[in-house]
């Protein structure tokens, strides 16, 4: 079932969204922005139903740092208000929002408006230029790679040609077995008669240079390589966003 965050303290409200999208969708309540932030950290949310009068601020609060925080495509955000002011309404899609309901609203609306938000985030097209993975930012379209130093500032990696396309291979395979020298020759190189010499030194360099976004590369004896988290070093809370395997495969 798709997961729906509601983030909402009045009670009836709860309780009308309950008895219509509890037996569609996994359904979490939360009523301030503290608790809400706390599950948007812990979870990944394929909607969220945002209230913009809660007792701890402005639900807008919840747009604003999921851009800070570079998650605003990662959780499509529906605002729900009792303003019907266009200026309201200009202020919640300018923040981020993907759409705006007006209280009170009509159940089929509102399941309508969810669906096509759902449609929408999962379309194939949608296609993400980024990847982050530790404090490290790789650039599918410029192929190129950058290391996150601070909240607010990156440094270029000054990746070769060969070396952006070992990281991305091993990116590809983060979280399975190690990826074998062979495999590696055949997606990165596309021929068999490469010394082990050769692949070695590329990866000694990246090595390196990757060092600085917190990401170690780990060899395992006759297996093959792999990509670890620097857990000694402190990462910059940056969202990672999953890509599909047919886009990651494009490059």
């Given at each position: 079932?798709?997961?729906?965050?509601?983030?909402?303290?009045?009670v009836?409200?709860?309780?009308?969204?309950?008895k219509?999208?509890?037996?569609?969708?996994?359904?979490?309540?939360?009523?301030?922005?503290?608790?809400?932030?706390?599950?948007?950290?812990?979870?990944?949310?394929?909607?969220?139903?945002?209230?913009?009068?809660?007792?701890?601020?402005?639900?807008?609060?919840?747009?604003?740092?999921?851009?800070?925080?570079?998650?605003?495509?990662?959780?499509?955000?529906?605002?729900?208000?009792?303003?019907?002011?266009?200026?309201?309404?200009?202020?919640?899609?300018?923040?981020?929002?993907?759409?705006?309901?007006?209280?009170?609203?009509?159940?089929?609306?509102?399941?309508?408006?969810?669906?096509?938000?759902?449609?929408?985030?999962?379309?194939?097209?949608?296609?993400?230029?980024?990847?982050?993975?530790?404090?490290?930012?790789?650039?599918l379209?410029t192929?190129?790679?950058?290391?996150?130093?601070?909240?607010?500032?990156?440094?270029?990696?000054?990746?070769?040609?060969?070396?952006?396309?070992?990281?991305?291979?091993?990116?590809?395979?983060?979280?399975?077995?190690?990826?074998?020298?062979?495999?590696?020759?055949?997606?990165?190189w596309?021929?068999?008669?490469?010394?082990?010499r050769?692949?070695?030194?590329?990866?000694?360099?990246?090595?390196?240079?990757?060092?600085?976004?917190?990401?170690?590369?780990?060899?395992?004896?006759?297996?093959?390589?792999?990509?670890?988290?620097?857990?000694?070093?402190?990462?910059?809370?940056?969202?990672?966003?999953?890509?599909p395997?047919?886009?990651?495969?494009?490059?």
């Amino acid at each position: 079932m798709k997961k729906v965050l509601v983030i909402e303290d009045n009670v009836e409200t709860q309780n009308l969204l309950k008895k219509y999208l509890q037996h569609l969708y996994d359904l979490r309540i939360a009523p301030d922005l503290h608790s809400a932030w706390e599950l948007i950290e812990k979870e990944d949310w394929d909607v969220i139903l945002l209230d913009r009068g809660l007792p701890d601020g402005d639900g807008l609060e919840i747009c604003a740092k999921l851009k800070r925080f570079n998650m605003d495509g990662k959780f499509p955000v529906i605002v729900l208000t009792a303003s019907s002011e266009l200026e309201e309404k200009i202020k919640g899609l300018t923040a981020g929002a993907d759409d705006y309901v007006i209280k009170p609203f009509e159940p089929r609306e509102l399941l309508t408006r969810i669906e096509v938000v759902l449609r929408r985030r999962n379309t194939p097209s949608s296609f993400q230029s980024t990847i982050t993975l530790a404090n490290i930012i790789v650039d599918l379209e410029t192929h190129t790679a950058s290391a996150r130093v601070g909240e607010n500032e990156t440094v270029p990696l000054d990746l070769t040609p060969i070396e952006f396309k070992i990281l991305l291979a091993l990116i590809r395979n983060y979280g399975n077995r190690e990826i074998s020298r062979d495999t590696l020759i055949s997606s990165v190189w596309d021929k068999v008669n490469l010394s082990m010499r050769n692949i070695d030194t590329h990866i000694c360099h990246l090595r390196k240079k990757i060092a600085r976004g917190n990401l170690q590369i780990k060899n395992k004896r006759n297996k093959g390589y792999y990509l670890k988290k620097d857990a000694s070093a402190e990462v910059v809370p940056v969202a990672t966003p999953v890509l599909p395997q047919q886009q990651l495969n494009a490059f």
